[in-house]
Structure formats: structure tokens, C-alpha cells
């Protein structure tokens, strides 16, 4: 059993953070990587990438936004209660390297994605920019902890309420017309935001990695649920990813298998709820 130590609802109560007691993958796991989740026997697998870990004390930081059944029943469980299966690391970790100036970009929870990535590649020696955005100020999570993990952080918000009025893209842009040199960017978040992110480094001809979502099941290579399509080769997002090549993404095709089960998938959120 995977016992909850901490746990801290943020963004208004629809995004908690939890830090679960999981020492053997807390000792493993890598920038980038994940693990699928159940909240008891008849639970779904909920594919998380971790926000943080701790190894000393045996922790993982999972952080996650509730939008449906699962992640609903997962925000049912305070400290002290316990996840029935933690299972991981699990997906290839971020290939972190020194290439001089990079910029990583997040938007909603892709932030806490893109926290230990982030955190990397400054260690190595990286400048990091970071450019972190959402809806709005109450939406907003893990400031400080990007700020800690980059030298520079822009925020944005979509409706001007905190930092800059506008989208991460616009911040993206001013990044790389102010900075020719830089060698790499991480965009993590929505689909929509990720594809716009690799729109804009394109232009600058800037190697872009992004994180993808897909739906999962066993997150071993087995089932072929997380099939995404990347350089017009089928791929696995929970073995051969979940990080690839954004300007290689076929978004599209994502995007429609992400909505596959939308129906069911509100359907079951409505029963529950009832
Ligand atoms: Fe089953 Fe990737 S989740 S193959």
C-alpha cells in the first residue's frame, strides 16, 4: 500500500499534489519519467508523471487535476490513506544534456511535468528559461518551485490577471528573438499549447521535446493503447516515450484518440458524482 504523507489541494481545489510514500521507485526514478496509479481493486490505471521525489525519505510527488471519475476518487483520499497500486518508474527518462541556453515552457498541470526536467538541466549547467502560464492567477501552480529550478521565469496568463496578458507562445518568441543561441526547448502541457509551442520553436529551427498523454493501460508496451504516430512511425508513448521529437508529433491523430471515450468517460464522471 502506498501511503499519502502530504497532501495540498491548489488551483481553487481542482489540482492536488500528493507526496506518496514509494521508496523503491523514489530511489530509481528519473527526470521524465511516470507511474500508473490505482486508488483501489476496481480502480482505472492512471498514468502520472512525477513532479518531484525524495529519495532520503522514500517519497514520490505525483500532482494531478481532477476532470474526470478516477482523478475524482483520487482526490477522496487525505494523509493517511493509501493508494492500492503505485506502479513504476515507468517511460524513458528525459535524455538531460548540456547545451547551453534552453527554455521550458508549461502550461496547466504540464508544469509540474516539467519541474524536474527543468531543475536537470539547470544542474548539469544549463541557463535555463522557464515560461509557465494558465487561465488565470488562481490557476497557477508551483511558482516558486520553477522559480528554484530555473534562472529566469515568465509568467502569462490568459486573461492578464498575473505576469504577462496572453499565451506561453508569446513569451516562447520574445525567449528565442532575444536569445539566437539557445539549444533546446521542453514544452509541456494541453495538446493545443504543445502544438502552438512547436509552431513557434520551428521558426527558429529550435529541437523541441514534448511530453505526451495518451490514454494507458498496462504502460509496459503490452496493450497498445498509447499508440501516438511521431515522424509517420508508430510509437508507444509509455516505452518509446513519453517524450518526443514535437516537430515530429502528429497532434491530430493524438488529439482524436485522446477524445476516443469521451462520452463514457462523462458519463461515468456524472454517475459517480450522483
Ligand atoms: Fe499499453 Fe503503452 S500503455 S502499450
Known amino acids: 500500500m502506498f501511503e499519502i504523507v502530504e497532501r495540498q489541494e491548489l488551483a481553487q481545489g481542482t489540482i492536488v499534489s500528493n507526496w506518496i510514500k514509494a521508496p523503491k521507485i523514489?530511489?530509481?526514478a528519473k527526470p521524465g519519467q511516470f507511474v500508473i496509479l490505482r486508488a483501489n481493486e476496481t480502480g482505472e490505471?492512471?498514468?502520472?508523471?512525477?513532479a518531484d521525489t525524495d529519495p532520503e525519505k522514500g517519497l514520490i510527488n505525483v500532482i494531478y487535476m481532477v476532470v474526470g471519475k478516477s482523478t475524482a476518487l483520487f482526490k477522496t483520499?487525505?494523509?493517511g490513506d493509501s493508494y492500492r497500486d503505485v506502479i513504476g518508474p515507468l517511460g524513458a527518462a528525459t535524455h538531460l544534456e548540456k547545451v547551453g541556453k534552453v527554455v521550458c515552457v508549461g502550461g496547466g498541470t504540464g508544469i509540474a511535468v516539467l519541474h524536474p526536467i527543468?531543475?536537470?538541466l539547470k544542474n548539469i549547467g544549463n541557463h535555463v528559461f522557464a515560461v509557465i502560464g494558465s487561465r488565470s492567477k488562481d490557476l497557477l501552480i508551483m511558482e516558486d518551485r520553477m522559480r528554484a529550478a530555473s534562472h529566469e521565469l515568465l509568467i502569462c496568463t490568459d486573461d492578464g490577471t498575473y505576469g504577462h496578458h496572453g499565451f506561453v507562445t508569446d513569451k516562447l518568441k520574445e525567449v528565442l528573438e532575444n536569445n539566437k543561441d539557445i539549444g533546446?526547448?521542453?514544452c509541456i502541457g494541453p495538446v493545443p499549447m504543445m502544438r502552438a509551442c512547436c509552431n513557434v520553436t520551428k521558426g527558429f529551427n529550435v529541437k523541441t521535446l514534448v511530453s505526451l498523454n495518451p490514454i494507458m493501460v498496462d504502460g509496459t508496451g503490452m496493450c497498445g493503447c498509447c499508440r501516438v504516430r511521431v515522424g509517420g512511425e508508430m510509437k508507444?508513448?509509455?516505452v518509446d516515450g513519453p517524450e518526443f521529437d514535437g516537430h515530429q508529433v502528429d497532434f491530430d491523430e493524438l488529439n482524436l484518440r485522446l477524445r476516443s471515450y469521451l462520452p463514457e468517460e462523462?458519463?461515468?464522471y456524472d454517475m459517480f458524482k450522483s
Request: charged share 15%; hydrophobic share 55%; with cysteine.
Open 26 to 28: 523514489a530511489v530509481k
Open 45 to 50: 490505471r492512471i498514468p502520472l508523471t512525477m
Open 77 to 79: 483520499l487525505q494523509v
Open 118 to 120: 527543468t531543475r536537470g
Open 184 to 186: 533546446l526547448a521542453v
Open 236 to 238: 508507444f508513448a509509455c
Open 266 to 268: 462523462k458519463l461515468s
